[in-house]
């Protein structure tokens, strides 16, 4: 949500040029706006689900700031309570239930399936801006794109051979392809195309999946060390090709713009996949409940449909497109 909320920042910026414009956040995932250009403020909150009082008065010394107007890009009831609380001349938000009294410009939803981050201007246009853009920025600074270049110079990676990154997890289990379709695909590329294949995890249960991975492969990947998301945003810029499911690192990839390749099971590519089909393309199987929005299922027929075969023909496809040279 927060990087794909960076096209907004940067129109909202670019229709007020001389305001202020603070962005609201936790500390872990507010690392991607760090060195935004469009942002004058950070305002870290540091969420405890048992700290009712603590967050109660956080969001009361909102007010101090004084702000003219506060946008609710998410509509949670914790960001309800933070615009309410701003006690801001102007608060936007959506039409939700009870939540909607937060806000004195409330807006109903955009009910046609797009992107996401063109979604979200439909808050912009409540204040009578209409512009659409859609393209996510992330600022990689210097000491992360450094980090980068010891990461590949430790691991012995070749820059003249094809890098491809791998981000095989998600919190929900029907966003995952199958642990052998990745295993397999991975001794492909390294047979076939000379590639380095870096693999990516999160947290410990992501990274026992991986690992059940890697034990699946003949030719062994470079496994991520745990790092920042800036660091592992460099990681990503500095390789050729994205092989991802749809989940938070997908979008790291699209903001750095190198080629992704997403596979898409109980969610829909029209709302998370931008609309480049040529460089990212959005893979997914020819069953009838593809995009079903469950969280789990029995079957996985989606995910089981998409073979190994399925994808190189989406990275050939991206070769004819002139996004890759294999």
Same mark, same amino acid.
């Given at each position: &949500? %927060? $990087?794909? =909320?960076?096209?907004?920042?940067?129109? +909202? *910026?670019?229709?007020?040029?001389?305001?202020? @414009?603070?962005?609201?956040?936790?500390?872990?995932?507010?690392?991607?706006?760090?060195?935004?250009?469009?942002?004058?403020?950070?305002?870290?909150?540091?969420?405890?689900?048992? &700290? %009712? $009082?603590? =967050?109660?008065?956080?969001?009361?010394? +909102? *007010?101090?700031?004084?702000?003219?107007?506060? @946008?609710?890009?998410?509509?949670?009831?914790?960001?309800?309570?933070?615009?309410?609380?701003?006690?801001?001349?102007?608060?936007?938000?959506?039409?939700?239930?009870?939540?909607?009294?937060?806000?004195?410009?409330?807006?109903?939803?955009?009910?046609?399936?797009?992107?996401?981050?063109?979604?979200?201007?439909?808050?912009?246009?409540?204040?009578?801006?209409?512009?659409?853009?859609?393209?996510?920025?992330?600022?990689?600074?210097?000491?992360?794109?450094?980090?980068?270049?010891?990461?590949?110079?430790?691991?012995?990676?070749?820059?003249?051979?094809?890098?491809?990154?791998?981000?095989?997890?998600?919190?929900?289990?029907?966003?995952?392809?199958?642990?052998?379709?990745?295993?397999?695909?991975?001794?492909?590329?390294?047979?076939?195309?000379?590639?380095?294949?870096?693999?990516?995890?999160?947290?410990?249960?992501?990274?026992?999946?991986?690992?059940?991975?890697?034990?699946?492969?003949?030719?062994?990947?470079?496994?991520?060390?745990?790092?920042?998301?800036?660091?592992?945003?460099?990681?990503?810029?500095?390789?050729?090709?994205?092989?991802?499911?749809?989940?938070?690192?997908?979008?790291?990839?699209?903001?750095?713009?190198?080629?992704?390749?997403t596979i898409f099971g109980s969610s829909k590519d029209i709302v998370w996949n931008p609309p480049e089909n040529d460089?990212?393309?959005?893979?997914?199987?020819?069953?009838?409940?593809?995009?079903?929005?469950?969280?789990?299922?029995?079957?996985?027929?989606?995910?089981?449909?998409?073979?190994?075969?399925?994808?190189?023909?989406?990275?050939?496809?991206?070769?004819?497109?002139?996004?890759?040279?294999?």
């Open positions: &949500d %927060i $990087i794909l =909320s960076t096209p907004l920042i940067k129109i +909202l *910026k670019e229709s007020f040029p001389n305001s202020h @414009i603070a962005f609201l956040v936790e500390r872990a995932p507010g690392e991607v706006l760090e060195d935004n250009p469009y942002l004058d403020e950070i305002i870290y909150y540091d969420k405890r689900k048992e &700290d %009712i $009082i603590g =967050s109660y008065k956080f969001f009361r010394s +909102l *007010k101090k700031k004084k702000f003219d107007l506060v @946008i609710d890009l998410v509509g949670t009831p914790g960001t309800a309570w933070a615009t309410f609380f701003s006690k801001a001349k102007y608060r936007v938000g959506y039409n939700v239930r009870i939540r909607k009294y937060a806000y004195n410009l409330i807006t109903s939803d955009d009910r046609v399936e797009r992107y996401s981050a063109l979604k979200k201007l439909v808050l912009l246009k409540r204040i009578g801006i209409y512009k659409e853009e859609h393209k996510l920025y992330l600022k990689i600074n210097e000491k992360h794109k450094k980090f980068a270049e010891d990461f590949f110079r430790i691991n012995r990676m070749d820059n003249k051979r094809l890098k491809v990154f791998f981000a095989p997890n998600s919190r929900i289990p029907t966003k995952r392809w199958t642990k052998e379709g990745f295993a397999e695909l991975g001794d492909l590329l390294v047979e076939k195309y000379g590639a380095h294949i870096i693999m990516q995890w999160g947290n410990p249960e992501e990274l026992e999946y991986t690992r059940e991975i890697v034990k699946l492969m003949r030719h062994k990947p470079v496994l991520m060390p745990k790092v920042m998301l800036k660091e592992m945003a460099a990681v990503i810029e500095k390789c050729d090709l994205m092989i991802t499911c749809d989940f938070g690192p997908k979008h790291i990839g699209t903001a750095v713009g190198i080629p992704t390749i460089k990212f393309i959005a893979l997914k199987g020819n069953v009838p409940c593809i995009g079903c929005g469950l969280d789990k299922c029995e079957d996985m027929s989606c995910m089981k449909s998409i073979k190994v075969a399925d994808v190189e023909r989406a990275i050939l496809k991206i070769r004819e497109n002139g996004y890759l040279s294999i």
